[in-house]
């Protein structure tokens, strides 16, 4: 029986760790035994237990309630609960998913104490490392002895960077096993849009059932905490809901809504929430997104994860920020790179209404990422 420890922290872990979670409950339960581990680096219970309690995943073993903070003083503090926690339980692998501080703690905690590393969305860089992500994941695929990549494109980034890709075992983080196994975020598209099908009620509560609409999400802090991005975004968002009479929906982040007062002009301000042709929620469930995703007409984000739901769901995407690593949805024509510049949004806006995407061709794997994954690390 090898014994994972799996590292959660904010809401996109807690979604993936789901699929892993489903294999091993369907499939692995005689081989594979999974500890959880949760950083609290998402401390919102609206950003976090929701999603525990929707998607059926047990809860966490440990929870360190680290919460936000400077880079430094959270990592460290995450550091220290996670080589607590490897002493106590002793795992045969440490698995992570992503990019973010919890990323990079865990994958320093394990390699420093040989506990082998499985990350989990390995390969993935937007080749700018002003980003605090492209410093995780980089810092955690080189800690690893499992590289597990979604795409081509992550495969070919880590043969650039020296990794041998093909080889045979035995692992370790001298000679690590690189796989391109799928996304496990598509084995969950794939699950859980007949779930939110049933239960979400997202589209009766906004008044948006039947009703085309564009879903935005703004979370980043190159966005949020920049008051030129922030306006430039709004700006075109209100412009769109005004002059096209396009309705918007937008799940508003924490560090979002917190900075709005503080980086908008006031005209600005007052033009967004007294319009209405902009729904601003809360931060919605995991179901809710997927009901959104599915049902809207167009998205906009910066987010990684809404990016590639977009491919999931065949929407056209409008990324607010100047790369993505998910590079594929560009190349296919399905997503344009806008930044935050209001011309280019409303220009990408103006593309997709008159040239909707068509051809998604499956550069995601077959929705079976998950079962690959379990395969490897119960050996």
């Known amino acids: 029986m090898q014994k994972l420890l799996t590292i ?31 950083t609290g680096q998402h401390y919102d219970e609206n950003m976090s237990q929701v999603f525990f309690d929707e998607m059926g995943i047990p809860p966490a073993d440990y929870n360190l309630s680290v919460g936000s903070g400077k880079h430094g003083e959270q990592t460290a503090a995450m550091i220290k609960g996670i080589e607590e926690v490897i002493e106590k339980e002793k795992p045969s692998w ?30 993935l860089r937007s080749f700018n490392k002003s980003m605090p992500e492209e410093i995780n994941r980089i810092t955690a695929d080189h800690c690893s002895t499992l590289l597990f990549s979604p795409t081509e ?36 598209a794939l699950y859980f849009s007949r779930v939110a099908e049933e239960r979400s009620e997202i589209l009766k509560r906004t008044g948006m059932e039947g009703k085309p609409f564009v879903l935005a999400t703004i979370h980043r802090d190159h966005n949020t905490d920049r008051a030129e991005r922030l306006t430039s975004i ?32 006031l005209e600005v301000l007052e033009s967004l929430t007294d319009s209405p042709g902009i729904n601003i929620t809360e931060p919605v469930s995991f179901l809710d997104m997927c009901l959104l995703e599915q049902k809207a007409g167009m998205i906009m984000t910066d987010s990684g994860g809404v990016q590639k739901e977009s491919y999931f769901y065949h929407k056209p995407c409008i990324i607010l920020r100047p790369e993505t690593e998910w590079v594929e949805i560009v190349e296919n024509g399905s997503a ?4 935050a510049d209001e011309d280019r949004i409303l220009a990408a806006y103006d593309h997709f209404i008159e040239n909707p995407p068509s051809k998604f061709p499956p550069v995601y794997g077959d929705g079976r990422a998950a079962w690959f994954i379990c395969s490897k690390l119960s050996v």
């Open 8 to 38: 959660i922290g904010a809401r996109p872990q807690i979604i993936k760790a789901a699929a892993l979670s489903r294999a091993i409950r369907a499939d692995f339960s005689d081989r594979l035994q999974e500890v959880i581990l949760h």
């Open 94 to 123: 440490l698995v992570l998913y992503g990019d973010t501080n919890s990323t990079l703690a865990g994958a320093i905690a394990a390699v420093k104490m040989g506990v082998p590393v499985a990350h989990i969305e390995a390969g």
């Open 153 to 188: 494109t992550g495969i070919n980034n880590l043969k650039r960077e020296g990794f041998p890709v093909g080889e045979e075992g035995p692992y370790s983080p001298d000679h690590p096993g690189v796989f391109h196994c799928g996304d496990v975020m598509y084995d969950n």
């Open 234 to 265: 709004f700006r075109a968002i209100i412009k769109i809901a005004e002059e096209e009479k396009m309705p918007f929906i937008i799940p508003l982040h924490p560090r979002t809504r917190k900075m709005l007062a503080r980086q908008l002009p």
């Open 336 to 339: 344009i790179i806008a930044d």
